[in-house]
């Protein structure tokens, strides 16, 4: 567990006139077989059908650098759950709702600000734990067929693992590790929940039971500025938010690593209107 003070952690900022990604990558070495595939981007994926994932919403974050990018989903129409590590970047966010292409203004889309920002008390940069950030929407958003809410698991389902469920990850990261900069259209993949035992093999311990991990066959996953974006279970609700994973590459084949919503459903109805079951 000592290696994990030797993280190094990366977040690339985006300047206003082109959007970069925001992503923790911590910095391991290679020691696992390449022939298991996992990895960390949406990569391998393909662009969605336009509105048909009505939860996803991109987050605009103003930084000293320039403006950071990241993803969420709309919990309630007062609520979006992200990233510590893109909530702690400011304390008033931009949220796009109802997007598609996320560089223009579409007639679907509505842009607000958010009104607090909640990060998890217990977020730690270094071990990589508890990433976790609420978002607050003052006034609330209307709900339409463009922009809709994604269901949480029920407490009954707090200890499930969803182990080899086939879950779809999205947002509008990057799509190879050649990109520059973020897509331009939402993109989303599906990839298969791995074990987290497996995971820690690759990721020198860190790994806990609040983090789930999932393989990337086939160079599919996620990437850098698909953080804080959803990972939704087969069976419709999310389970996991993109947290973090390898800075060597999108697609060299490594486990993608995302925060554990079951594990944490007491302190989203501790702190949102949202209810669970």
Known sequence: MKLIICVVLGVALAQATQLKPAHVKPL???RRP????????I??????VPHSLPYQVGL??????????????????TTVLTAAHCGELATTIEIVLGAHKIREEEPEQIRVNSSEVIVHPDWNRLLL?????????ADGVEL???????????????EKDYLDDLATASGWGK???????????????????????????????VIQDTHLCAHGDDGKSTCSGDSGGPLVASTGELIGVTSFGISFGCEIGWPSVYTRVTKYLDWIAENSDVVIN
């Open 28 to 30: 391991f070495p290679p």
């Open 34 to 41: 390449s022939n298991f595939k996992p990895g960390v981007r």
């Open 43 to 48: 990569t391998g994926g393909d662009e969605v």
């Open 60 to 77: 605009l974050i103003p930084t000293e650098e320039g403006t950071a990018f990241c993803g969420g989903s709309l919990l309630s129409p």
């Open 129 to 137: 734990q508890n990433d976790l950030a609420i978002l607050r929407i």
């Open 144 to 158: 339409n067929e463009n922009i809709n809410t994604v269901p949480l698991p029920s407490r009954a389902d707090a």
């Open 175 to 205: 799509d190879s590790d050649a990109a520059e900069t973020i897509s331009d259209v939402l993109r989303s993949v599906q990839i298969p929940v791995g074990e987290n035992g497996v995971c820690n093999l690759y990721y020198f311990g």
